[in-house]
């Protein structure tokens, strides 16, 4: 456990177990031992303890609410956050075939328009491949932006862009992206044949091969940073 999570955890533990209860005996003490001897001079003495007891109590909430809110939540939220991002890299690590460096592996497929897309032809280029499926939440953030990166560099003559339906039908792929208004290329694969050439599980899945033909980007699921870093690297490509 991290040394100042486990610091907090000990603040808050003894303000609400030792601390808050102490001052409330304090105060319950000194106020009857003030109405007791409310006509002697030891009332003074009781009176202050009391006022100190009285003030010490919200003071120490305040400051078990200071450290929640200050502390002990974003403390959580950077562990939470540490032990996501290690499940996102084991995740991928577990399910990836190819990686960043690798030679991509060849292969071919019909578009739902019926032409003909060929990752060996298309080397020399860059080319982005997808990999989605219509009842994909995730895939159903990332497309639009996609769609975007399509948009703005589909007049690059040495850029290639794919879709690729997995475990989809051209009848599926092509009403899924009429419904959605995107046009990028689109082609299906029913039967996992070329998924199954990068990955074991797991969409969306998006890949970009540099045009010596190696991955210079492979990632899995969709992130505001990964559009940001696609955008780098497409920018560094295709200039």
Not at 45 to 58: E, M, S, Y
Not at 117 to 130: C, P, Q, T
Not at 195 to 219: C, M, W
Request: charged share 20%; hydrophobic share 45%; net charge negative.
């Amino acid at each position: 456990m991290n040394p100042m999570y486990q610091n907090v955890s000990n603040v808050l533990k003894f303000v609400t177990e030792i601390g808050v209860p102490l001052a409330l005996l304090v105060m319950v003490i000194s106020f009857i031992g003030m109405i007791v001897r409310w006509k002697t001079p030891k009332r003074r003495g009781h009176v202050i303890r009391l006022v100190v007891a009285t003030v010490l109590i919200p003071c120490q909430i305040g400051l078990m609410f200071g450290f929640i809110h200050l502390i002990y939540v974003p403390e959580m939220s950077r562990h939470m956050m540490a032990e996501h991002n290690a499940a996102r890299v084991k995740r991928f690590a577990d399910t990836t075939f190819v990686h960043v460096g690798d030679r991509a592996p060849d292969f071919s497929l019909t578009t739902t328009t019926g032409e003909n897309f060929s990752l060996a032809e298309a080397k020399g280029d860059v080319v982005v491949i997808n990999f989605f499926a219509t009842t994909c939440g995730p895939c159903h953030e990332e497309l639009p932006h996609i769609e975007k990166i399509w948009a703005e560099r589909k007049q690059h003559q040495n850029f290639h862009l794919l879709v690729i339906g997995r475990e989809e039908s051209d009848d599926t792929v092509t009403e899924y992206c009429e419904k959605r208004g995107f046009t990028f290329p689109t082609a299906t694969d029913p039967d996992r044949a070329v998924y199954s050439l990068f990955a074991k599980e797991g969409i969306p899945r998006t890949i970009v091969v540099a045009p010596d033909g190696s991955i210079v980007v492979s990632q899995l699921g969709f992130y505001e940073e990964n559009i940001a870093k696609l955008n780098t690297v497409l920018d560094e490509y295709l200039p």
